[in-house]
T-cell receptor, first 110, second 114 residues
Framework: ETGVTQTPRHLVMGMTNKKSLKCEQHLGHNAMYWYKQSAKKPLELMFVYSLEERVENNSVPSRFSPECPNSSHLFLHLHTLQPEDSALYLC?????????FGPGTRLTVT | GQQVMQIPQYQHVQEGEDFTTYCNSSTTLSNIQWYKQRPGGHPVFLIQLVKSGEVKKQKRLTFQFGEAKKNSSLHITATQTTDVGTYFCAGGSPSGAGSYQLTFGKGTKLSVIP
């Protein structure tokens, strides 16, 4: 499946680093999402963008900063992360109800 | 806020046995969706239920939505090794401008013993 792509697939970063995660959808959808998936916790919705405007921010710490320059691209900028931020970060897109997920970025914060 | 509980957390079955996972919401849902995530993979949409009491089938999979639209179940008949993975339910609600917010359960991890 290549409808939603994410880069990089794996990322190791120190707590003082700044990095960005990229998501691209090739499905013509109008909404995009960032999720965090940690072990033993439910998928947590972080941000929702619709028509390039943020419509939802579920009280995510400011060290995570999203950017949606157009309806096909979504970024998650990371800075001064904590070890507990290590997780799988999933991007998804939708046109109506069902969401299409990308393969995720496995992030490790050392 | 909305909470979605899912049980059991883990299920080990012998190949050929049936499997059921249950989902309960603290609030009435607009709809419920089910996703499957294979080991090392990402969630893949299976189905959406919208109507009270709705039942849908996909081959060996049967999905039900409760009359009160607060609970749902997924039943797999005669499991196969290809059914291995984690099954998530997610309660859906519109979040404006064509987007949709999903609240996911913790998932049920299914292992199938050949």
């Amino acid at each position: 499946e290549t409808g939603v792509t994410q880069t990089p697939r794996h990322l190791v970063m120190g707590m003082t680093n700044k990095k960005s995660l990229k998501c691209e959808q090739h499905l013509g959808h109008n909404a995009m999402y960032w999720y965090k998936q940690s072990a033993k916790k439910p998928l947590e919705l972080m941000f929702v963008y619709s028509l390039e405007e943020r419509v939802e921010n579920n009280s995510v710490p400011s060290r995570f900063s999203p950017e949606c320059p157009n309806s096909s691209h979504l970024f998650l900028h990371l800075h001064t992360l904590q070890p507990e931020d290590s997780a799988l970060y999933l991007c998804a897109s939708s046109q109506e109800n069902e969401q299409y997920f990308g393969p995720g970025t496995r992030l490790t914060v050392t | 806020g909305q909470q979605v509980m899912q049980i059991p957390q883990y299920q080990h079955v012998q190949e050929g046995e049936d499997f059921t996972t249950y989902c309960n919401s603290s609030t009435t849902l607009s709809n419920i969706q089910w996703y499957k995530q294979r080991p090392g993979g990402h969630p893949v949409f299976l189905i959406q239920l919208v109507k009270s009491g709705e039942v849908k089938k996909q081959k060996r999979l049967t999905f039900q939505f409760g009359e009160a639209k607060k609970n749902s179940s997924l039943h797999i008949t005669a499991t196969q090794t290809t059914d291995v993975g984690t099954y998530f339910c997610a309660g859906g609600s519109p979040s404006g401008a064509g987007s949709y917010q999903l609240t996911f359960g913790k998932g049920t991890k299914l292992s199938v013993i050949p």
